[in-house]
């Protein structure tokens, strides 16, 4: 018996999947009207028959126990192929189409079937509601339309259903979407258009502190800038063109201040009107610090460039006003002309004392260069300090027997310490306390690739720290500029830290500053020499791995390839990766050889928090070392967890990075023992 194709099979079948309803578990609600149909039409057999493919198959079943049968011994079959009426076979042996059946002449023995198309929105029949019976009969009219109307709900039901799974697959989606959004680096957040925050990430968590609950409701201007902006021209640009972006200064739940790139896209609602505007923040502080760096370099050699060239000129003007007042002054008889003379003489002297500053800081003033042991220059700077500064300011010194020498001219080093030391006693108005120490340092490979005027060798390092009011972002940029003084007028000519970075350069040294409030330190680093060759060097020192992996994740290619280097000359196994996905990714297929990970928490696509957090899901165990080239150690260990106890501030030497690596090997290891 071969079954009879609607016309339109294909779209039918379309339609009788997009229902995702064969082979699912019985459902209550359509077996109620399965039994109902049975009941109302007297009769023993009720089914719900989807017609599929090759199969008809049975939603719900009253009295028959088999769940399918093949299309073409289906009366349903026929029952589709007629949409505007039910079909009745009063009696199967006398119907030509049934009577040689095997459903009509062996089990279960079908003579009466009366089935009602169920038709789809789009007027497709895909399955039947019938009744069946065992003896010929027929359905009175109310029967009939009983089972019309049934049929009509069965439809019902499953545009129900329909709408039900589509509605639970977009919620699902939408939890998705919400889980991609809390795994990016940046800040993501809605905000409608009166600034009233609507969604909070944890990326915006991360970035600026606050949790979602606290954010979510509160102004978007009240909570992220220090001095409310105006965005004018932003909400003018995204409204009219939908997208907008620029860098905003911000401020974060501890009061820091970051620069972030904002990029803003207008959300509509149905009917296309401006709804919300959602905003994602990639945080650039850093970028902007190193440009910053950069460019006052760049700053500070054309300013001294100009500067030299200046100087010259004013040499040249000053030389025959002195030389021709000390003439002027042999020929003169009187006082008064006298007097007059020596004025000129004495200014003429000042200015080419300030000059020579000038020259200082340009290009470092020729000096005569001797072997110098710095610990006597600074135990002598003591003394003088101790007599000349205010009793309210304490002054504090440590410095290592073991100094080693270094190569200057005695008096431009002795104005370096006066210079820094006159700023810290100034910042200090009100008393407080100054500390000179003084340390070697070996810098290696790492550290040079981090700082731009470092170089590898042997360094003394001077720290000038005082605990006054501390300097603004904004001032440690001018700092060193030629005549900048954040001084009253009268009290500084803004010569002092040129002088210093002039002398430290013309010495083939460099100047670190950091300041914040109640604290300020100058570390002043000056080439050593006259170390010894049979001295123990600290390269002799440094801890040698024993094959382990380590796992380096970091951004800058340069940082992560010196590192690669370092820890593979002194025998480590290294996998490195340039941001947080990647490192998952490496950690998750090797998880078991990975000893530590070593993690920049400033990096794109997935930052060091978010990477460290997933790293710890995927083994709370997991050994960890977190760097930056921003933050120190107590600063940034309490918001990475207990976990995480390390922290190596860039740029860090290869010393510094194989202790670091070693002492938490060994942690671990004692810890394992107990």
Not at 345 to 353: D, I, L, V, Y
Not at 441 to 464: F, R, T
């Given at each position: 018996m071969i079954a009879v194709l609607p016309?339109?099979?294909?779209?039918?079948?379309?339609?009788?999947?997009?229902?995702?309803?064969?082979?699912?578990?019985?459902?209550?609600?359509?077996?109620?009207?399965?039994?109902?149909?049975?009941?109302?039409?007297?009769?023993?057999?009720?089914?719900?028959?989807?017609?599929?493919?090759?199969?008809?198959?049975?939603?719900?079943?009253?009295?028959?126990?088999?769940?399918?049968?093949?299309?073409?011994?289906?009366?349903?079959?026929?029952?589709?192929?007629?949409?505007?009426?039910?079909l009745v076979v009063p009696d199967a042996l006398a119907d030509e189409r049934f009577a040689t059946n095997p459903l009509v002449t062996s089990s279960p023995y079908i003579r009466f079937y009366a089935g009602a198309p169920l038709i789809t929105p789009q007027g497709l029949a895909i399955g039947t509601l019938c009744v069946i019976d065992y003896v010929p009969r027929e359905l009175n009219p109310e029967q009939i339309e009983a089972l019309r109307v049934l049929s009509h709900q069965v439809i019902t039901e499953l545009e129900l259903r329909r709408k039900l799974t589509e509605s639970k697959q977009a919620q699902e989606k939408i939890h998705e979407q919400a889980a991609l959004l809390d795994v990016a680096t940046d800040a993501i957040l809605v905000r409608d258009l009166s600034h009233c925050i609507?969604?909070?990430?944890?990326?915006?968590?991360?970035?600026?502190?606050?949790?979602?609950?606290?954010?979510?409701?509160?102004?978007?201007?009240?909570?992220?800038?220090?001095?409310?902006?105006?965005?004018?021209?932003?909400?003018?640009?995204?409204?009219?063109?939908?997208?907008?972006?620029g860098e905003l200064n911000k401020v974060t739940k501890s009061g820091k201040e970051i620069i972030v790139e904002s990029r803003w896209t207008l959300m509509q609602d149905e009917k296309g009107q401006p709804k919300s505007i959602l905003c994602v923040d990639t945080d650039i502080t850093q970028k902007k610090q190193l440009a910053a760096q950069f460019l006052r370099a760049q700053r500070l050699e054309s300013i001294g460039t100009l500067a030299s060239g200046i100087a010259h000129d004013l040499n040249n003007v000053l030389a025959p006003i002195l030389i021709s007042a000390q003439l002027l002054q042999q020929k003169a008889s009187d006082e008064r002309n006298q007097q007059l003379l020596k004025t000129v003489?004495?200014?003429?002297?000042?200015?080419?004392?300030l000059i020579k500053q000038v020259l200082s800081f340009a290009r470092g003033v020729e000096g005569k260069h001797t072997i110098l042991q710095l610990r006597h220059l600074i135990t002598e700077f003591k003394?003088?300090?101790?007599?000349?500064?205010?009793?309210?300011?304490?002054?504090?010194?440590?410095?290592?027997?073991?100094?080693?020498?270094?190569?200057?001219?005695?008096?431009?080093?002795?104005?370096?310490?006066?210079?820094?030391?006159?700023?810290?006693?100034?910042?200090?108005?009100?008393?407080?306390?100054?500390?000179?120490?003084?340390?070697?340092?070996?810098?290696?490979?790492?550290?040079?690739?981090?700082?731009?005027?470092?170089?590898?060798?042997?360094?003394?390092?001077?720290?000038?720290?005082?605990?006054?009011?501390?300097?603004?972002?904004?001032?440690?940029?001018?700092?060193?500029?030629?005549?900048?003084?954040?001084?009253?007028?009268?009290?500084?000519?803004?010569?002092?830290?040129?002088?210093?970075?002039?002398?430290?350069?013309?010495?083939?040294?460099?100047?670190?500053?950091?300041?914040?409030?109640?604290?300020?330190?100058?570390?002043?680093?000056?080439?050593?020499?006259?170390?010894?060759?049979?001295?123990?060097?600290?390269?002799?020192?440094?801890?040698?791995?024993?094959?382990?992996?380590?796992?380096?994740v970091d951004d800058e290619v340069a940082i992560r390839e010196i590192t690669k280097i370092s820890l593979e000359t002194h025998n480590y196994k290294v996998l490195t990766a340039s941001d947080g996905i990647e490192a998952i990714a490496l950690y998750v297929q090797h998880r078991h050889q990975i000893s530590t990970v070593l993690v920049d928490l400033i990096m794109p696509s997935m930052d060091g928090f978010t990477t460290i957090r997933t790293l710890q899901k995927l083994n709370p165990q997991v050994k960890v070392i977190a760097m930056s080239g921003l933050a120190s150690n107590t600063q940034v260990t309490p918001s990475l967890g207990s976990g995480v106890k390390t922290l190596l501030s860039k740029p860090f030497t290869t010393g510094e990075l194989l202790k670091a690596i070693?002492?938490?090997?060994?942690?671990?290891?004692?810890?394992?023992?107990?």
């Open positions: 016309k339109n099979e294909a779209v039918r079948l379309k339609a009788l999947q997009d229902y995702k309803i064969l082979d699912t578990e019985p459902e209550a609600d359509f077996d109620a009207i399965a039994r109902l149909a049975a009941y109302i039409c007297g009769a023993p057999i009720a089914l719900i028959s989807l017609v599929d493919r090759d199969r008809q198959w049975f939603k719900s079943m009253v009295g028959l126990s088999v769940r399918e049968t093949p299309r073409d011994l289906a009366f349903c079959g026929h029952a589709i192929l007629q949409t505007e009426r039910l609507l969604f909070w990430n944890k990326g915006a968590q991360r970035l600026y502190g606050w949790q979602a609950e606290e954010a979510i409701g509160e102004n978007a201007l009240e909570l992220l800038y220090k001095d409310v902006p105006s965005l004018e021209v932003a909400l003018k640009t995204v409204i009219l063109l939908g997208e907008w972006s003489e004495n200014n003429a002297k000042r200015g080419a004392s003394q003088i300090i101790r007599q000349t500064f205010p009793k309210s300011i304490s002054v504090y010194t440590d410095v290592p027997a073991d100094l080693w020498t270094v190569s200057g001219d005695a008096t431009q080093l002795h104005q370096v310490l006066m210079n820094l030391c006159v700023n810290a006693r100034d910042a200090m108005p009100k008393g407080g306390t100054l500390s000179i120490n003084a340390e070697n340092v070996l810098i290696d490979e790492n550290y040079a690739a981090m700082h731009l005027e470092a170089k590898v060798g042997s360094y003394i390092a001077i720290a000038v720290t005082d605990t006054g009011m501390g300097m603004s972002g904004e001032v440690v940029e001018r700092i060193f500029e030629p005549f900048f003084t954040t001084k009253e007028l009268g009290q500084g000519t803004g010569l002092g830290l040129s002088t210093v970075m002039g002398i430290v350069k013309g010495h083939g040294g460099f100047v670190n500053v950091c300041s914040e409030v109640g604290s300020t330190k100058f570390k002043v680093y000056l080439p050593a020499v006259g170390v010894k060759e049979n001295q123990p060097s600290p390269q002799v020192e440094l801890v040698r791995g024993n094959g382990e992996l380590i796992l380096v070693d002492e938490l090997l060994k942690a671990k290891s004692i810890a394992g023992n107990w």
